[in-house]
């Protein structure tokens, strides 16, 4: 197992969103079809606010909760997920980014998940089950929106 503070699986997270921006982005410029962009803009646009998100609270945190030591479950290496992050490199239409975009959304709610059970207190478990709750609470908006742009 391999251990790490909790301030560096947020900077991950962090980046793992920016990551996806970044995809979301390229694919949109590559697009010709004005809903797959709209579509793809508007998905880099929220993986924008959520690593902004993340960022700010990074900043404001509690110091204490931020240097708590992690430990690393054999069931969920966080050093592999970049990998993970669906390409999305065969986005032909509208129903293959939305599961593009709930499969991002399950790698993170399931790694939350599991940090939540792993946690060491009460503190830690809590955060995780709300970083949890706002993945699913963000998936759900996003499918939301992609399918009122798919119904136009």
């Not at 982005?25 to 709209?38: H, K, V, Y």
Request: aromatic share 8%.
């Amino acid at each position: 197992m391999a251990f790490k503070q909790l301030k560096d699986l947020i900077e991950w997270i962090t980046e793992y969103h920016e990551l996806l921006e970044q995809q979301y982005e390229m694919l949109a410029d590559a697009q010709t079809d004005e809903r797959m962009q709209m579509a793809l803009s508007f998905l880099a646009s929220r993986e924008h606010i959520q690593a902004e998100a993340m960022e700010d609270f990074l900043q404001d945190a509690d110091d204490d909760l931020m240097d708590a030591w992690l430990v690393d479950s054999q069931q969920f290496d966080s050093r592999r997920i970049p990998g993970q992050i669906p390409a999305c490199t065969g986005c032909h239409d509208i129903q293959d980014i939305l599961k593009n975009i709930l499969g991002s959304h399950k790698t993170l709610t399931e790694m939350y998940e599991l940090r939540a059970k792993l946690a060491q207190n009460n503190r830690e478990a809590e955060l995780f089950r709300e970083l949890a709750s706002s993945q699913q609470a963000e998936a759900r908006l996003q499918s939301r929106d992609i399918g009122r742009l798919e119904m136009y």
